[in-house]
């Protein structure tokens, strides 16, 4: 399974980018998708995520400002991200959890991070 995100960028506070990740390969069935970022010196953390049913979760720090979406037919994840503040510059991660075949547990895969840079 390959994830390939893109859509990150250099943008003032208060601006918005759209991020996007396209899975492909193998894949019988996507348990979930989301988006991790890791700022310098910190640690990984869950930014959003889609279930299959299509419940979403949010950090508190995004809620309201961030929107996840999913297309199931094109195995594509989106990111909608407004009112970014600089405390949002990360490198931003595209995160699946998924199947490949019957009788196979889900693995987490990950693509290449894409960086999100919010100046003030």
């Known amino acids: 399974v390959q994830l390939q995100a893109s859509g990150g960028g250099l943008v003032q506070a208060g601006g918005s980018l759209s991020l996007s990740c396209v899975a492909s390969?193998?894949?019988?069935?996507?348990?979930?998708m989301g988006w991790y970022r890791q700022a310098p010196g910190k640690q990984r953390e869950l930014v959003a995520n889609?279930?299959?049913?299509?419940?979403?979760n949010y950090a508190d720090s995004v809620k309201g400002r961030f929107t996840i979406s999913r297309d199931n037919a094109k195995n594509t994840l989106y990111l909608q991200m407004n009112s970014l503040k600089p405390e949002d510059t990360a490198v931003y991660y595209c995160?699946?959890?998924?199947?490949?075949?019957?009788?196979?547990?889900?693995?987490?895969?990950w693509g290449k991070g894409t960086q999100v840079t919010v100046s003030s």
């Open positions: 889609i279930l299959r049913g299509d419940r979403t």
């Open positions: 995160n699946t959890n998924a199947i490949r075949a019957w009788g196979d547990a889900g693995m987490d895969y």
């Open positions: 390969g193998s894949i019988l069935v996507i348990n979930r």
